[in-house]
């Protein structure tokens, strides 16, 4: 069974850090293209950062330079440090597999299948 979990979301004052990390089982994880991307209230849905099977990485303009993707193949695992967090930044973060599913023009992406997502809270 395919399952991708996210947590490590939260509430953070605006400047401040958090780290998400998400597991992922059923399928070939190491050879396999995988991102985040987040949603807000109201706002569409957007590509954050994606990493490849040879660790090459991808961010959107809005979060270069805050947040850093890794993944560590040995655990199936993927991790999001988020640092410098803005207001902007408040959304429900996904952890995704690469697929056909939906394409980010931002990151020039394509994401396959995600978890249920963590709960991202900047305030001022």
């Known amino acids: 069974q395919v399952q991708l979990v996210e947590s490590g979301g939260g509430s953070v004052q605006a400047g401040g850090s958090l780290r998400l990390s998400c597991a992922a089982s059923?399928?070939?994880?190491?050879?396999?293209?995988m991102g985040w991307f987040r949603q807000g209230p109201g706002k569409e849905r957007e590509g954050v950062a994606y990493?490849?099977?040879?660790?090459?990485?991808r961010y959107a303009e809005s979060v270069k330079g805050r947040f850093t993707i890794s993944r560590d193949n040995a655990k199936n695992s993927l991790y999001l440090q988020m640092n410098s967090l803005k207001l902007e930044d408040s959304a429900m973060y996904f952890c995704?597999?690469?697929?056909?599913?939906?394409?980010?023009?931002?990151?020039?992406?394509?994401?396959?299948?995600w978890g249920q997502g963590t709960q991202v809270n900047v305030s001022s």
């Open positions: 990493i490849d099977s040879a660790y090459t990485t």
């Open positions: 995704a597999a690469s697929g056909r599913t939906w394409y980010s023009p931002d990151l020039q992406f394509w994401f396959g299948f």
């Open positions: 059923g399928f070939p994880y190491s050879s396999r293209f």
